[in-house]
């Protein structure tokens, strides 16, 4: 058995949006990383949220509002690194006379408008919905609301790309990889890793040890470093459904429900409306995590008492569920324990840091990434500056409001493309789209189409630059193309990929190791 020996300043576990955050800005700084996943990129909790970047309107009635100002700052701060994959989103909120007053709701939006020092998105509106066509989809009962600002992300895309900019900075990459164990050793930390695809055993070294393992942060606790005294994680369960359109325009609905949770339905895919979430305490394997009828019940239900047209369980064409990993504060209801991210930091005097990752947010991950490298300030003197809040992720250099001529000039350059299609693939990609595209003149020129408008060169791209190994890995992670594929289609997917793996092996691992040779 071959043990290789390098040496980091720091070892990540976990390619969530909080792991592959803390990567990214680490090497910003200067300091050496790897970061080890046990499955693929955002597989877990960072790939099922709401795909919201969000204040976190709810939140202010349980007086956090710390965490709300923040999220509320960083709403725009992301919007501004990311506008192909981020873009603004309007919200109605129907006034439901039997829940919250109004005159709460108008105090809880004023706060949401004003926390944040916002600049780019528009405030906060009341409607009539009797005569605006906002309301038309709704019940005529509902006869006032307002409308406010968020954003919407492509929650997994941000994690594959907070990756890409890591390694294009240095970071080792390594996915489809677990921590086996960690033990400190003449003040270093000593990792042995596992390649979970051809079980090869390897060992690095590293100064400091960040355990951003999400869900299993307890358990990473636990198992690779043989801990009795893990902190506990309460684990909840979110879960989401997928129906058919339900209306022709592009806001989003949050609707108060008589349990005192609220519900969003959202406009998705462009032919689809998501609908979520539960919040549901769980135990057992966070990747096992599942919607069960009640849950599909309940969100129907939730929905339906806002809708003129019902929606049934019969109406589902997807679902997904993910465990967010809360720190265990003893609040008595799931949807009640804190959102906000706790840090741990352990070590010092000689020992070997070690930094734990408790909670946090798709919309605070980099906030969190920068009090991480704050607590481990003490141990790389030398660290450079924070940086990320002006940092464009990849394909981002542009501005927010020029995403549509954007758009319009990529089909200008590829003519061949459909108005649809350029517009996914600049969603995806950005300006780095036309690299994708190079010298291609037709769709013929793009290589084999798997379905929907999935193309061989996309899907060597995303195997070559994003990770991407499986099926599964494109068509519900780099994409949401699965919702439009057939399952003949998905089997020669895949079996192209298999194919490809070992064409593309080279690349990918000078995408892991940032173009490194």
């Known amino acids: 058995m071959g043990v290789a020996e390098r040496s980091y300043d720091l070892a990540v576990v ?8 803390i990567a990214r800005d680490a090497a910003g700084r200067g300091l050496t990383v790897l970061l080890a996943e046990q499955g693929d990129l955002a597989s877990a909790t960072s790939s099922a949220s709401t795909k919201l970047v969000h204040g976190g309107l709810r939140y202010l009635e349980y007086y956090e509002f710390r965490l709300v100002r923040e999220a509320l700052i960083e709403r725009e701060v992301l ?14 909120l129907p006034h439901h006379r039997g829940l919250r007053p109004r005159w709460m709701i108008r105090l809880g939006l004023f706060l ?12 906060t509106r009341a409607i009539d919905l009797r005569r605006d066509p906002i309301g038309a989809p709704l019940r005529p009962e509902f006869r006032f609301g307002f409308e406010y600002s968020d954003c919407w992300v492509e929650d997994a895309r941000l994690v594959v790309m907070n990756a890409r900019d ?13 921590v086996v164990s960690a033990r400190r050793e003449d003040g270093l930390w000593r990792v042995r890793l596992e390649d979970r695809r051809t079980g090869a055993i390897s060992e690095i070294r590293a100064r400091a040890l960040v355990n951003a393992a999400g869900p299993w942060v307890s358990a990473f606790l ?10 506990r994680v309460r684990m909840v369960k979110g879960s989401h459904i997928v129906v058919p359109k339900l209306y022709d325009h592009d806001r989003c609905y949050i609707f108060q429900n008589a349990d005192g949770r609220i519900c969003f339905a959202i406009p998705y895919e462009q032919d689809f409306t998501l609908i979520g979430t539960t919040d549901l305490d769980y135990r057992g394997n966070p990747g096992e995590a599942a919607i069960d009828a009640s849950e599909i019940a ?11 047209k019902p929606v049934s369980p019969a109406d589902v064409v997807w679902t997904y569920s993910g465990v967010r990993p809360l720190y265990d504060d003893g609040a008595s209801k799931a949807q009640e324990a804190t959102r906000d991210y706790v840090l741990k930091l352990e070590g010092g ?6 930094l734990n990752v408790f909670g946090g947010k798709i919309t605070t991950a980099r906030k969190l990434a920068e009090a991480a490298l704050e607590k481990l300030a003490a141990a790389f003197p030398a660290m450079g500056a924070p940086w990320t809040d002006t940092g464009h992720l990849p394909g981002g250099d542009i501005a927010v409001a020029s995403v549509p001529a954007a758009v319009a000039d990529l089909r200008t350059r590829h003519p061949y493309l459909t108005e649809r299609h350029a517009a996914r693939l600049f969603r995806y990609y950005g300006t780095k789209a036309l690299a994708m595209l190079g010298d291609a003149r037709s769709l013929a020129d793009l290589g084999r189409l798997f379905g929907a408008d999935l193309t061989a060169r996309e899907v060597d791209h995303m195997m070559r630059t994003e990770w991407a190994e499986t099926a599964e890995d494109v068509l519900w992670r780099r994409s949401k193309l699965g919702l439009r594929f057939k399952p003949d289609e998905v089997a ?14 080279t690349g990918a691992v000078l995408a892991a190791q940032g173009g490194r040779s």
């Open 349 to 354: 005097d000689g020992q070997a840091p070690l």
């Open 14 to 21: 976990g390619g969530g949006v909080n792991g592959c955050g």
């Open 112 to 123: 949401y408008d004003h926390l944040g020092g916002r600049k780019i998105l528009p405030g």
């Open 222 to 231: 636990g198992g690779a470093l043989g801990r009795n005294d893990p902190d």
């Open 166 to 178: 890591a390694a294009d900075r240095g970071v080792d990459i390594r996915t489809r990889t677990r």
């Open 492 to 505: 020669a997917l895949e079996s192209y990929m298999a194919a490809r793996r070992g064409d593309v092996a």
């Open 298 to 308: 309940y969100l129907c239900e939730a929905v339906s008492a806002y809708f003129v």
């Open 79 to 92: 919007l501004r690194a990311a506008p192909h994959f981020i873009w603004p989103l309007r919200f109605v």
